[in-house]
C-alpha cells in the first residue's frame, strides 16, 4: 500500500509568516513610524538573500576547484554558477534605483535610530569578499580596527576561519599553475609570444616611419611603442613579475599569468572555451562588484552629502576608496593589454590543435 503524498504548503514551505514579520520598524517602536523604513528594511534584507545564494554559489564553485583533477564537465558547471552570481550582482545594483525613490528628507526621518548598525556589519557580504579573496591585509580599513572587530562569538571565528582558508583567487591560482599548455612537445608558448609581440611591434615602427606625420608625433609614437614594450618585457620576465608580486604592483603568480594570457589567446580553441569563459565571468563580477560600490558611494553622495556613516566610518569617503582598492581579479582584466591581432598569434602545431580540440574532430 503506498503512502499518502505529504501535502506542502506554499506558505509552510517558504516560512512566509517568519519572513513577512521580520519588518520591525524603529521609528515605530520609538513612538512615530517613518513610512520610509519600511522600503529600507526590506530592501536590506532582501540584499542578504541574495548574499545567502552568492555564498551557497561559491561554496559549491570552491569545493570543485579543490579537487587535484577538474573534470572538464565540472568547468561547465562553474561557468554556469558564476553567471548566476553576476545575474544576481546585476539585481543588486538595480535594487539601488528602487531605494532611492527614497529622499534625503525621508532617510533623514528615521536614520538617527540605526546607529551604530551599519551595512559595514553584513558578516554574509565580508563573507563573501574573504571567500574571493579579499584578506584582511589587502582590505581598506577604517577607525583603526580590524574588520571582522564588528562581530562576535561564532560569526566573528567563521570569519577568522575564512582568512586562513584558501580563497576562490588561490584556488584561480593554482588551477591555472596546473594548465599543461605552457610547455608543450613542439610549442614553446613564452617564446613563440614574445617573438609575435616583437614583430607586431617592429612593424608598428615601420609604418610609424614611413606615414606622413612631423617629426615631433613621430618621435612620440615611437617612443609609446618602446614604453609598451617595456610593459610586455616587465610582464614576461618571470624575475621582474616576481619583483613586482613582492612589492604590491601585482597578485597573480608568473605561471598564473602565462596559462591565463594563453586561455585568453586561444580561446577559439574547442577546449579552452569553458576557460575562458569563467576568466572572464571572473572580470565581470570584479567589475558588478566595484559598480554596485559605486552606485552605493552615489547614493550616499546624493542622500547623505559629507555626513559620518551610521557605524562610524566617514561615510561616501570610505566607500570610495573601496571601490579600486577592494577589486580582486585585476591581475585577469589586465590580460588584455597583452592581447595581440589574431593574425600575429603563434600558429599551433598539428598535435597541440588535435589536442585541445574535441575527439571527433581528430577521426
Known amino acids: 500500500m503506498s503512502e499518502k503524498p505529504s501535502s506542502v504548503h506554499y506558505i509552510n514551505y517558504l516560512s512566509l509568516d517568519k519572513v513577512l514579520d521580520a519588518q520591525n520598524l524603529v521609528s515605530k517602536e520609538k513612538g512615530k513610524a517613518a513610512h520610509e523604513e519600511m522600503l529600507f528594511i526590506i530592501i536590506h534584507q532582501t ?6 545564494q552568492i555564498l551557497h554559489e561559491l561554496d559549491s564553485t570552491m569545493v570543485l576547484f579543490r579537487a587535484k583533477q577538474i573534470d572538464e564537465s565540472n568547468i561547465g558547471v562553474i561557468v554556469r554558477r558564476m ?60 577607525g583603526g580596527c580590524p574588520y571582522h572587530s564588528q562581530f562576535e562569538g561564532k560569526k566573528k571565528e567563521e570569519i577568522l576561519n575564512l582568512e586562513e582558508n584558501e580563497s576562490l583567487f588561490s584556488l584561480l591560482e593554482k588551477w591555472l599553475e596546473r594548465i599543461p599548455f605552457l610547455s608543450m612537445e613542439g610549442f614553446d608558448f613564452t617564446k613563440k609570444y614574445e617573438e609575435a609581440v616583437s614583430q607586431m611591434m617592429e612593424k608598428e615602427i615601420e609604418g610609424i616611419k614611413s606615414a606622413n606625420l612631423t617629426e615631433e608625433d613621430r618621435t612620440l609614437r615611437i617612443r609609446m611603442i618602446d614604453e609598451n614594450r617595456k610593459y610586455f618585457d616587465r610582464v614576461l620576465n618571470e624575475e621582474e613579475h616576481n619583483k613586482a608580486i613582492k612589492e604590491g604592483e601585482t597578485k597573480l603568480s608568473y605561471k598564473a599569468t602565462m596559462s591565463a594570457l594563453l586561455i585568453n589567446l586561444y580561446r577559439d580553441q574547442p577546449i579552452l572555451h569553458l576557460p575562458y569563459q569563467f576568466l572572464r565571468s571572473l572580470v565581470e563580477l570584479d567589475h558588478k562588484i566595484a559598480t554596485w560600490r559605486f552606485r552605493h558611494v552615489q547614493m550616499v553622495e546624493k542622500m547623505l552629502g559629507q555626513k559620518i556613516g551610521t557605524g562610524g566610518s566617514s561615510g561616501q569617503g570610505y566607500l570610495k576608496q573601496t571601490v579600486d582598492k577592494h577589486k580582486l581579479f585585476t591581475d585577469l582584466a589586465n590580460i588584455a593589454t597583452l592581447m595581440i591581432s ?19 574532430n581528430n577521426i
Open 47 to 52: 540584499y542578504e538573500l541574495w548574499f545567502k
Open 83 to 142: 553567471d548566476r552570481v553576476n545575474k544576481i550582482m546585476n539585481t543588486l545594483v538595480g535594487q539601488l534605483d528602487i531605494l532611492e525613490t527614497m529622499t534625503s528628507l525621508d532617510f533623514l526621518e528615521f536614520r538617527d535610530y540605526l546607529s551604530p548598525a551599519s551595512g559595514f556589519q553584513s558578516h554574509q557580504f565580508r563573507k563573501i569578499e574573504v571567500m574571493l579573496g579579499l584578506k584582511i591585509e589587502k582590505r581598506h580599513q577604517f
Open 342 to 360: 589574431r593574425s600575429y598569434l603563434p600558429d599551433l602545431p598539428k598535435k597541440i590543435k588535435d589536442k585541445l580540440s574535441f575527439n571527433y
